[in-house]
């Protein structure tokens, strides 16, 4: 089974992580949440309180096949900032491991720390404009290698969907998924 740790931090956007963590755990991928704060309970952008299921500093010498970086615009700041996120998405990176950040994340937290590594991303808003390692897609989910971003919290099941897809090495599964609950993927 496929390893997914999706990072929640203080302001992240709720309905990035929730829908991700949601397609993903009916695909029948591992999907572990992991503070990157103090506590087990993170607070979301909107106020929103969640329980993640373990610490970041307790489990942070495990590998998953994907780390998802969730975005909100005080999320992707306080991931940009932690030496201890970002030394975790830069080992996973270098094994090759899937990186998946959504909305701001790629501009703030990748780009913010020289971690796009040239590579194409997607990201939402105008944040490309302050990234110089990487090259701006307008477009709403962007694969380079073992990068795959996101536009932004509107198009999330797209980019949970195209998630779960390069997990099961396989399109059909997420297709036949979002089919079930009327999702029109791939476009």
Request: overall charge negative; hydrophobic content about 45%; charged content about 20%.
């Amino acid at each position: 089974m496929k390893k997914v740790a999706v990072l929640l931090a203080p302001g992240f956007e709720e309905g990035e992580a929730i829908i991700i963590i949601d397609i993903l755990r009916r695909l029948n991928i591992q999907v572990d949440m992991l503070s990157c704060n103090d506590a087990l309970a993170v607070t979301s952008y909107h106020a929103i309180m969640v329980t993640a299921d373990a610490l970041l500093r307790d489990v942070a010498s495990q590998t998953w096949d994907a780390v998802v970086l969730p975005g909100g615009p005080q999320g992707s700041q306080f991931l940009s900032r932690d030496e201890q996120v970002l030394d975790f998405v830069r080992r996973h990176d270098e094994q090759g491991k899937l990186i998946c950040p959504i909305c701001s994340a790629a501009a703030r937290v990748l780009g913010g720390n020289a971690l796009l590594k040239g590579r194409r991303y997607a990201c939402s808003g105008d944040l490309w404009q302050n990234v110089g390692d990487g090259t701006w897609v307008d477009a709403p989910v962007v694969e380079d290698g073992n990068l795959i971003s996101g536009k932004g919290f509107g198009l999330v099941f797209d980019f949970a969907f195209t998630v779960a897809a390069r997990l099961l090495g396989d399109e059909a599964p997420a297709r036949e998924h979002a089919e079930h609950i009327y999702y029109p993927w791939p476009r």
